[in-house]
């Protein structure tokens, strides 16, 4: 059903696919942030296929995150034909940060140090904190 989520059985003996596509999610997270302190895939929690342009996946992935288990929700789109994925979302369960979002990203907030104060950027708007 085509903008329908179907939910996908991730016990199921051809979740090689859907495990492959989780870690691709982790490791690319990995890739946009700055941080020594990377995430490890532990496994998929679940996850949810819509028919889009191609396929969107959406998980819940299980990782280790320093010495704990932590979860979050991906969405990983699949281009037709499977010929390449895009990590759309990348966010923690419980709303908090990543140990990486404290540290500079590639995209969102990113935070610059001047001689006067710290200032934040975002979007198209600025706020200096003095």
């Given at each position: 059903?085509?903008?329908g989520k179907k ?67 991906a969405k990983v ?54």
């Amino acid at each position: 059903m085509l903008g329908g989520k179907k939910e996908v059985d991730v016990q199921d003996t051809n979740s090689l696919e859907i495990d492959e596509l989780a870690n691709f999610a982790v490791s690319e997270h990995n890739a946009r942030q700055n941080s020594l302190e990377k995430m490890n895939f532990s496994k998929v929690v679940s996850c949810h296929k819509q028919v889009v342009s191609g396929l969107m996946y959406h998980f819940v992935i299980e990782v280790e995150e320093g010495s704990q288990l932590k979860q979050y929700e991906a969405k990983v789109w699949v281009k037709p034909g499977g010929s390449s994925r895009k990590l759309e979302e990348f966010k923690s369960v419980d709303g908090g940060l990543t140990s990486a979002d404290t540290g500079v990203k590639t995209e969102g907030w990113c935070d610059v140090s001047l001689p006067f104060s710290l200032i934040f950027i975002h979007c198209s708007f600025l706020v200096a904190i003095s």
